[in-house]
T-cell receptor, first 112, second 114 residues
Framework: RKEVEQDPGPFNVPEGATVAFNCTYS??????FFWYRQDCRKEPKLLMS???SGNEDGRFTAQLNRASQYISLLIRDSKLSDSATYLC?????????????FGGGTRLMVKP | DGGITQSPKYLFRKEGQNVTLSCEQN?????MYWYRQDPGQGLRLIYY???????QKGDIAEGYSVSREKKESFPLTVTSAQKNPTAFYLC?????????????FGEGSWLTVV
């Protein structure tokens, strides 16, 4: 099992749809988790931090399920501009310095 | 504005050459990182440094070298020993080395072997 695992997708959804991605992880060291957005051929940019149970920012909701060891990202009312790859970032216990470890990303394509 | 600057953005290397990618940050961050990303893949950690004059190997350090002589700078050298260096290279930094800190990225450097 990979340390941080995401469904690579692509998730193809129509505009206005609600879509959710999960990210499973092994043995986290921290209270903080992160979702990043990466556009094609660009650097990742922070979308949301996830502390304790979850976080909400407009159309985006991130949740943490520590017992089942996954974080989720829910996008409501999808826009064309939401098309990107979404990376989850997890600090893993046992990696040197509790290093932040990236999932492979989930690709989202929102269609008109 | 504060941020991370990588250069060059695009670089072509001949087989057998060493090349150095520059990374400078003015965020006053202690920790800096180098990641490699291959097309359609996730990020893999090459090297990281949590303090000046100290750095550690990541998951794929072979064929790469780094230095951290100044807090602001963390250059990466891709040596001729790296057999498949064509990739997107991302430099990043965090305020401290602990896991709770947000990681910030430079715009990346595209390296192609010709």
């Amino acid at each position: 099992r990979k340390e941080v695992e995401q469904d690579p997708g692509p998730f193809n959804v129509p505009e206005g749809a609600t879509v959710a991605f999960n990210c499973t992880y092994s043995n986290s060291a921290s209270q903080s988790f992160f979702w990043y957005r990466q556009d094609c051929r660009k650097e990742p940019k922070l979308l949301m931090s996830v502390y304790s149970s979850g976080n909400e920012d407009g159309r985006f909701t991130a949740q943490l399920n520590r017992a089942s060891q996954y974080i989720s990202l829910l996008i409501r009312d999808s826009k064309l501009s939401d098309s990107a790859t979404y990376l989850c970032v997890v600090p893993l216990k046992g990696n040197a310095g509790n290093m932040l470890t990236f999932g492979g990303g989930t690709r989202l394509m929102v269609k008109p | 504005d504060g941020g991370i600057t990588q250069s060059p953005k695009y670089l072509f290397r001949k087989e057998g050459q060493n090349v150095t990618l520059s990374c400078e940050q003015n965020l006053n961050h202690d920790a800096m990182y180098w990641y490699r990303q291959d097309p359609g893949q996730g990020l893999r950690l090459i090297y990281y440094s949590q303090i000046v004059n100290d750095f550690q190997k990541g998951d794929i350090a072979e064929g790469y070298s780094v230095s951290r002589e100044k807090k602001e700078s963390f250059p990466l050298t891709v040596t001729s020993a790296q057999k498949n260096p064509t990739a997107f290279y991302l430099c990043a930094s965090t305020l401290g080395g602990s896991s709770g800190n947000t990681i910030y990225f430079g715009e990346g450097s595209w390296l192609t072997v010709v």
